[in-house]
T-cell receptor, first 114, second 117 residues
Framework: AQKVTQAQTEISVVEKEDVTLDCVYETRDTTYYLFWYKQPPSGELVFLIRRNSFDEQNEISGRYSWNFQKSTSSFNFTITASQVVDSAVYFCALSDRGYQKVTFGTGTKLQVIP | GAVVSQHPSRVICKSGTSVKIECRSLDFQATTMFWYRQFPKQSLMLMATSNEGSKATYEQGVEKDKFLINHASLTLSTLTVTSAHPEDSSFYIC?????????????FGAGTRLSVL
């Protein structure tokens, strides 16, 4: 069975601070994909990244960066110099070997205070 | 990019009525569509997977007679909540995957907030 744990339910930071959102996953598959999605107050899910289990290179996209560590089954997400527009719920997710289902974590609500 | 339109965005209905939610892929053909339910401050829970022209596959614990799914074309799937009750109040989100692309790459609609009085 797959499981995604986001232990941080809510985080508040002051604008321009860096913030890291934690994600720990469990799976028996050797081939899997990890995701991060952003859900702003409007409700739609915005895709941020998809990373396969064989690629442990860290990735940076603008102010966003992701740290994938297979040894600790973690896929953490860091926002550098946070902005008010970053305020949202962020979901980490995992897809199974057959890519048929996506299991979501419980989400971390990020509030960036001006 | 691929756009998924979900309608309506919000619906309020009386207990006992049925509500239909539409999910359309606007600029691509979606062989598979997914329906999720999200309770307040909780994660998305997959309800069912819908393939065009075939019966939907429901997740364990989801009543297929309660949540009717129809995927009649490659661009439209509908979820009908039959005889809705207050406990069905929730946020429903659909997603779609592209033909020839792994199904875990999904494009999400904006969601429908259902309130049953």
């Amino acid at each position: 069975a797959q499981k995604v744990t986001q232990a941080q339910t809510e985080i508040s930071v002051v604008e321009k601070e860096d913030v890291t959102l934690d994600c720990v996953y469990e799976t028996r598959d050797t081939t899997y994909y990890l995701f991060w999605y952003k859900q702003p107050p409007s409700g739609e899910l915005v895709f941020l990244i998809r990373r396969n289990s064989f690629d442990e290179q860290n990735e940076i996209s603008g102010r966003y960066s992701w740290n994938f560590q297979k040894s600790t089954s973690s896929f953490n997400f860091t926002i550098t110099a946070s902005q008010v527009v970053d305020s949202a719920v962020y979901f980490c997710a995992l897809s199974d070997r057959g890519y048929q289902k996506v299991t979501f974590g419980t989400g971390t609500k990020l509030q960036v205070i001006p | 990019g691929a756009v998924v339109s979900q309608h309506p965005s919000r619906v309020i209905c009386k207990s006992g009525t049925s509500v239909k939610i539409e999910c359309r892929s606007l600029d691509f053909q979606a062989t598979t569509m997914f329906w999720y339910r999200q309770f307040p401050k909780q994660s998305l829970m997959l309800m069912a997977t819908s393939n065009e022209g075939s019966k939907a596959t429901y997740e364990q614990g989801v009543e297929k007679d309660k949540f009717l799914i129809n995927h009649a074309s490659l661009t439209l799937s509908t979820l009908t909540v039959t005889s809705a009750h207050p406990e069905d109040s929730s946020f429903y989100i659909c997603s779609a995957s592209l033909q020839g692309v792994p199904k875990d790459i999904q494009y999400f609609g904006a969601g429908t907030r259902l309130s049953v009085l």
